[in-house]
């Protein structure tokens, strides 16, 4: 089994910024992507963004050119960098590790909950 605990959210203004951070723990034997996901009240969970193995990396239209993605291979832990923040970004913030051989082991975090908000 994998854990994810992801870490970093909370209250921030428009226009702030916050760092997410979520630490992969357990049985890693394998290269995994990972990422990040978000779903607000009443709406479907969304990709935010994604990182490979090796550092390639993808986003939400709606997220381009405000976030960036990084992870530390060496501890097993992404990053979420979050700039200019919109109170449209407000949701829980989801941690996602993919295993990249079959059978594609899929875990998900806890959620960090992010509110943009004046």
């Known amino acids: 089994q994998v854990q994810l605990v992801e870490s970093g959210g909370g209250l921030v203004q428009p226009g702030g910024s916050l760092r997410l951070s979520c630490a992969a723990s357990?049985?890693?034997?394998?290269?995994?992507?990972m990422g990040w996901y978000r779903q607000a009240p009443g709406k479907p969970r969304e990709l935010v963004a994604t990182?490979?193995?090796?550092?390639?990396?993808n986003f939400a239209d709606s997220v381009k050119g405000r976030f960036t993605i990084s992870r530390d291979n060496a501890k097993n832990t992404v990053y979420l960098q979050m700039n200019s923040l919109k109170t449209e970004d407000t949701a829980v913030y989801y941690c996602?590790?993919?295993?990249?051989?079959?059978?594609?082991?899929?875990?998900w975090g806890q959620g960090t909950q992010v509110t943009v908000s004046s």
């Open positions: 996602n590790l993919v295993m990249s051989v079959p059978p594609y082991v899929e875990y």
């Open positions: 357990g049985r890693i034997f394998s290269i995994y992507n």
């Open positions: 990182i490979t193995n090796g550092g390639r990396t």
